[in-house]
């Protein structure tokens, strides 16, 4: 299942500088996009969502864009902190069809400080 | 503030055995969510739950799987016949909306199969 992906395992950066996380889709059937921190030995929490609607949406230090034409988002985190340091999910939906989200492999975020 | 809660953390069976995974959701939320996370892999949906039915299940959720919600507080998946390939990390989620709202996680159950 390849419709979320992913493509850098892994980002390093040093403390108080941003940190941009890509996530690209395949399924232009896709309206709701999520983004999830999970720690080791937790769940996945929740951060930031978008819907198709809007380009952007803003939340303290985290921001997300979506490119629709480009099926494209990204998560901005500035500035970021140790306590960043994570794997970050992306996930996407069809909120008309149902409820099922489709997570990206995850990348690694570690802030340096 | 609220949260999922999960039990057992860790869950080990012999091939062939049935477990019960065990989910204490968000208390005013309406919809239940089984996913799963094998070891490297992505985290994959299992199965949504609304109204004591299941509301969608993927490819996964076969014959084997089953899911219930046996009082008014928790949400069970069971594992009839457990295979090696069902060791992995199973996540409840529950959210109030349904598809127009945030999935809220729990923290997890490790099931290994040996």
């Given amino acids: ?35 999830y921190k999970k720690y080791p030995a937790e769940g996945p929490t ?33 500035p ?13 939906s069809v909120e008309t069809s149902g409820s099922r989200l489709t997570f990206g492999e995850g990348t690694q975020l570690t802030v340096n400080p | 503030e609220p949260e999922v809660t999960q039990t057992p953390s860790h869950q080990v069976t012999q091939m062939g055995q049935e477990v019960i995974l065990r989910c204490v959701p968000i208390s005013n939320h309406l919809y239940f969510y089984w996913y799963r ?12 739950f609304y109204n004591n039915e299941i509301s969608e299940k993927s490819e996964i ?4 799987f089953s899911v219930e919600r046996p009082d008014g507080s928790n949400f069970t998946l069971k594992i009839r016949s457990t295979k090696l390939e069902d060791s ?4 409840c989620a529950s959210n109030f909306l349904g598809p127009t709202d945030t999935q809220y996680f729990g923290p997890g159950t490790r099931l290994t199969v040996l």
């Fill in chain 1, 80 to 92: 970021s902190q140790p306590g960043d340091s994570a794997v970050y999910f992306c996930a996407a």
């Fill in chain 2, 88 to 91: 992995a990390m199973y996540f």
């Fill in chain 1, 46 to 78: 929740f951060l930031i969502s978008i819907s198709s609607i809007k380009d952007k949406n803003e939340d303290g230090r985290f921001t997300v864009f979506l490119n629709k034409s480009a099926k494209h988002l990204s998560l901005h985190i500035v």
């Fill in chain 2, 37 to 48: 996370q094998i070891l490297g892999q992505k985290v994959e949906f299992l199965v949504s």
């Fill in chain 1, 1 to 35: 299942d390849q419709q979320v992906k992913q493509n850098s395992p892994s980002l390093s950066v040093q403390e108080g500088r941003i940190s941009i996380l890509n996530c690209d889709y395949t399924n232009s059937m896709f309206d709701y996009f999520l983004w």
């Fill in chain 2, 61 to 64: 959720f076969d014959d084997q």
